[in-house]
């Protein structure tokens, strides 16, 4: 995950409680959305960024996971994600980040 | 109409694995943390000869050797093994071995600061004889070198930074201010090799087009890199400088940027001036990058593969008035990313790709072949990055299927299609829509082809400016001809013409009388 955006995660965590934030993703390879999804819970695995040793056990979650997807107007939706739908594999997206969210997420 | 012409292109690249060592970032802040690093005492295990870079399969296509499409029937890895016999010389330019892009840093050096050891020249010299893009001048003004003490000396005291042949120093950079972050030994290393790449790219247009230099009214640069000072850093005028080296004597010219988006706002700017009549030969160009090389070194390590980012890119294309034979540029074709389109894929896309055809009464199938972020995909995959060109044949497919132009079990078909491979390397700017458009005009130009379009894409959020994204793209057809507007034009200025010589020659008689 981008240095940059683990700095914001991490401030973050700290000005709002790990207990009010979801990561949502927008990965569109199910690798990165792994890595990305490893980072905002049990720490940076390249160990390169500010979230390196850091256990947030944040919610983290694919946007086109049915629980986020659901909560998102119709209408959005379709002008903002449904296209990419098309080109990425959905269930691998899915599958990379639901289960480091089950094994590591504090939920 | 009368539309502005791709007169010719030229594609090269130079082999330099050492010059990845040194100055590709990667590398770069990897020394900053630890010197003693694994990746940076692994990272010369990985590195390929010139050979294997020469045999790289979409080089020869960067080059003009083979046709990308071709790449699809070549098994992947491509950097496993032999796939192809390539050639040093293509169609379209070169790979030029890295010792000779050393004497071409030098050729280009405006200020003494690029120093090349002595014995290394004399050992170097009978090769650059043997250059068809040295002249004998060009030799002359590289000259014949510094004694290895004096470079030993500057490299030391770290005023200079190393020009290296594996574990030999050859030469240096030195920087060109003792304060000024912008004129350190790193980065005039990184300017002039981007000047010197875009040097080589620029005088094989010449050599392409059968162009005299002193026709190229102007030059318009569009790599990423800033030159300048302290007081106005990205000040430029790297056009200028690269057209120096070329005998564009009868040229002016600026820098464009706009991220990997460059080449593409090049191009449509230079069609702009050649249809407005300012101009008749504007030269875009641009070298590349030297440091992107080992951008994904660490990702290429850990898988055991070989550091596929040992090459610096250069591009030239020329955009002339209508010749009535070689393929246009449509300026009414023009699809553009605007500030308020929004950063979705989607929006991108719709704004790309099919706002200009849907003006235009024009279909996705109408495209022959889409020209997007051509970056070798197995570069960028073991990164995470994917297959770059897949990913966006596939975005505009899904638009296709979005506004029912195609049935969704189309897509891959479509792909395959209407996409190719990508076979440019992670140069930012350099793979960015323009990669092809070389190809695109010789294939429009055999009449295989009736329509191909290049699309540019950057990324502004890494300036730190703006979290806007960018993009712009046209399309190239066959020319139709001069039409008969036209020939009525030109009849008519004639005539207007003459009328204004005769009458200055009546007021001439009458003021004599």
């Given at each position: 995950m981008d240095l940059e955006n683990q700095a914001r995660i991490k401030e973050l965590g700290e000005e709002h409680g790990a207990e009010n934030l979801v990561v949502v993703l927008g990965a569109a390879d199910a690798d990165c959305a792994e890595l990305a999804a490893e980072t905002v819970t049990v720490g940076d695995p390249t160990y390169a960024g500010p979230l390196t040793g850091v256990q947030l056990e944040l919610p983290v979650y694919h946007v086109m996971e049915p629980d986020i997807k659901d909560q998102v107007d119709e209408g959005v939706y379709e002008e903002q994600v449904a296209m990419m739908e098309m080109v990425v594999e959905v269930e691998a997206l899915i599958d990379a980040v639901k289960g480091v969210r089950e094994q590591h997420s504090k939920l | 109409m009368y539309e502005p012409v791709v007169k010719g292109a030229a594609y090269i690249l130079a082999h330099t694995p050492n010059m990845a060592f040194e100055y590709g970032t990667t590398q770069y802040v990897e020394r900053q943390k630890d010197p003693q690093s694994k990746y940076l005492m692994q990272f010369g295990d990985h590195l390929r000869t010139y050979e294997q870079v020469m045999n790289y399969a979409p080089f020869q296509a960067y080059i003009g050797?083979?046709?990308?499409?071709?790449?699809?029937?070549i098994d992947r890895p491509w950097y496993e093994g032999d796939k192809v016999e390539g050639k040093r010389y293509g169609k379209y330019g070169e790979i030029v071995p890295e010792d000779e892009f050393y004497a071409w840093l030098q050729l280009v050096d405006a200020f003494e600061l690029v120093w090349l050891e002595e014995e290394f020249l004399t050992e170097l010299k009978p090769r650059l004889e043997a250059s068809p893009m040295l002249t004998a001048e060009d030799i002359k003004t590289i000259g014949g070198g510094r004694s290895l003490k004096e470079i030993q000396k500057r490299v030391e005291e770290k005023t200079a930074a190393p020009l290296m042949l594996k574990d030999r120093l050859v030469g240096c950079v030195r920087r060109a201010?003792?304060?000024?972050s912008t004129l350190t030994a790193h980065v005039i290393a990184e300017n002039t090799a981007s000047k010197a790449s875009g040097v080589l790219a620029l005088r094989y247009l010449l050599k392409n087009t059968?162009?005299?230099?002193?026709?190229?009214?102007y030059i318009i640069e569009c790599s990423e890199e800033a030159c300048g000072d302290m007081n106005q850093r990205g000040g430029g005028n790297l056009a200028k400088a690269i057209g120096e080296h070329a005998g564009c004597a009868g040229a002016t010219g600026s820098d464009t940027r706009a991220f990997c988006a460059g080449p593409a706002h090049a191009m449509v700017l230079a069609a702009a001036l050649v249809k407005a009549g300012m101009f008749s030969n504007v030269a875009v160009v641009a070298g590349g990058s030297t440091a992107k090389l080992g951008m994904n070194g660490k990702d290429h390590i850990k898988k055991g593969m070989p550091i596929l980012e040992d090459v610096v890119g250069g591009f030239a294309v020329l955009i002339s008035e209508n010749d009535g034979h070689n393929p246009i540029i449509r300026t009414d074709s023009l699809g553009k990313h605007d500030i308020g389109t929004g950063s979705s894929p989607q929006a991108v896309m719709q704004a790309l790709v099919t706002n200009p055809l849907d003006r235009l009464g024009l279909?996705?199938?109408?495209?022959?072949k889409y020209s997007v972020e051509m970056q070798v995909a197995e570069i960028t995959e073991p990164a995470g990055a994917g297959d770059v060109p897949t990913a966006n044949y596939r975005m505009i497919a899904a638009l296709g299927v979005m506004k029912k132009q195609l049935e969704r079990s189309a897509i891959p078909d479509f792909v395959a299609r209407h996409g190719m491979p990508g076979f440019a390397p992670t140069q930012g700017h350099i793979p960015s829509g323009v990669p092809f458009v070389g190809h695109a005009r010789d294939l429009i130009l055999a009449g295989q082809m009736q329509r191909a379009m290049i699309i540019g894409k950057g990324s502004l959020f890494l300036a730190r400016m703006t979290n806007l994204f960018d993009g712009i793209s046209f399309l190239m057809e066959p020319n139709p001809g001069r039409t008969d507007d036209q020939a009525i034009d030109e009849g008519a200025v004639k005539k207007l013409i003459a009328d204004a010589l005769r009458q200055v020659a009546l007021d001439l008689a009458q003021s004599e009388d």
């Open positions: - | 050797n083979i046709h990308p499409d071709q790449l699809t029937a201010h003792e304060l000024d059968g162009v005299d230099p002193r026709e190229i009214d279909t996705m199938e109408d495209v022959d």
